[in-house]
C-alpha cells in the first residue's frame, strides 16, 4: 500500500495544542515495525489553479499577498508565515495524490490532511486550505472519477467540506461527530450523524454501522476517508469515550466495509490532540496498520 508523506509536514507553529510532530512520529514508527521506504511516496504542492477548484479568488490572492486581516488569521488558529501557508499547500497536494494512488490501487494512506474546517473564502480551526475538498474536485474535474464519497469520522463537525459541497451532486458527503463541539454552526451534510457526549465504542459502531450504507448507496467511485483520532477518551478537544482499540474497528468496519464493495479508499489522518502524544501517535498507526491488513 502507498504512503504520501513529507518531513515538511513538520511545520513549526510553536507551542500549539495541534502536534504537527505526528506526521513524522508516523512515519518512523511505521519504518520502525516493518514498513519500508519503497512505499512512501512524496507529495507536490498543490497548484494554485487547483486549489482555485475549491478555494475563492479574493482569499487566495489575500494568502499569495500575505494580506489577509488580523481578524482573518485569529479565525484560522495557528501562526501565520510563509513556512506555515507551503506546509499546508504541500499536504493538499498529499491527499491529491493519496486519492489518484487509491484509484489506482485500491487503497492509499496520506500521513498527513484531513482539514475539513477550511471553507472556500476563509480558514478556519487549524485549516487552511481543504485538501479534501480540493482532491475530490480535481479527480472530478480530470474525469478520474465520476462520484466522490467523504466519510468524515473525525470528532468535530466537517463544516468547511459540508459547506463546499452544499449543492454539488458529484460529492457525498458524511460527518459523524461530536454534536455538542466546535464547530457552533454546523453547515448540513449529505448525511450527519451528531452523537451525544462520552459515546463509547459500541454506540459508536452502532451509528457508524447505520450510516455507513447509505455511503454506498450513492455508488462512489472514490471514498476520501478522514480517520480522525480525536473521538479517544483522553483527547484534548473531543468529548467522547472510544478506546484506542475501538478506534481500530472504526478503521476496520469503514475499510472492510469499501473492500467488500470495491470502492478505493484514500484515507487522510485528520484530528488529534490526546493527553499524551504518543496515544494520538498510536491511533494514527492504528489506522495505517488496519489498511495495510485490508491491503494485502
Known amino acids: ?26 512515519q518512523k514508527q511505521l519504518l520502525e515495525t516493518g514498513g519500508s521506504k519503497a512505499d512512501i511516496v512524496e507529495p507536490q504542492p498543490a ?27 485569529v479565525q484560522m488558529e495557528i501562526p501565520w508565515s510563509e513556512a506555515m501557508v507551503e506546509g499546508f499547500r504541500l499536504m493538499c ?33 487549524f485549516c487552511i486550505f481543504n485538501d479534501v475538498a480540493v ?9 478520474v472519477v465520476r462520484m ?10 466537517g463544516n468547511g467540506t459540508a459547506a463546499i459541497f452544499s449543492d454539488d451532486e458529484g460529492v457525498f458527503t458524511f460527518s459523524m461527530h461530536q454534536q455538542n463541539n466546535y464547530p457552533a454552526v454546523k453547515p448540513r451534510s449529505d448525511l450527519d450523524i451528531g452523537l451525544p457526549d462520552e459515546t463509547d465504542d459500541d454506540m459508536y459502531m452502532a451509528e457508524l454501522e447505520r450510516g455507513l450504507p447509505e455511503v454506498l448507496a ?23 469515550n472510544l478506546t484506542i482499540d475501538g478506534l481500530r474497528q472504526r478503521d476496520r ?27 494520538t501517535v498510536a491511533i494514527h498507526l ?6 495495510m491488513k485490508i491491503s494485502v
Open 1 to 26: 500500500m502507498k504512503l504520501v508523506y513529507s518531513p515538511k509536514y513538520d511545520i513549526d507553529i510553536g507551542s500549539h495544542i495541534f502536534p504537527t510532530a505526528k506526521y513524522a512520529s508516523v
Open 47 to 73: 497548484s494554485w489553479e487547483d486549489l482555485a477548484l475549491v478555494h475563492a479568488e479574493d482569499y487566495l490572492e489575500k494568502i499569495q499577498n500575505e494580506s489577509l486581516s488580523y481578524a482573518e488569521i
Open 93 to 125: 497536494g498529499g491527499t491529491c495524490l493519496a486519492a489518484r494512488l487509491a484509484v489506482e490501487h485500491g487503497m492509499a494512506a496520506h500521513i498527513g490532511g484531513g482539514f475539513h474546517h477550511a471553507f472556500a473564502d476563509h480558514g478556519e480551526g
Open 135 to 143: 482532491a475530490a474536485r480535481v479527480l472530478l474535474r480530470d474525469k
Open 148 to 157: 466522490v464519497a467523504i466519510v468524515d469520522l473525525d470528532v468535530h463537525h
Open 218 to 240: 450513492y455508488t462512489p467511485d472514490l471514498i476520501i476517508y478522514l480517520a480522525g483520532a480525536d473521538p479517544y477518551r483522553l483527547d484534548q478537544l473531543g468529548g467522547l
Open 253 to 279: 468496519l469503514v475499510l472492510e466495509t469499501a473492500r467488500s464493495a470495491n470502492i478505493p479508499v484514500a484515507i487522510t489522518l485528520a484530528g488529534g490532540y490526546a493527553e499524551r502524544f504518543e496515544d
Open 286 to 291: 492504528g489506522t495505517i496498520e488496519e489498511a
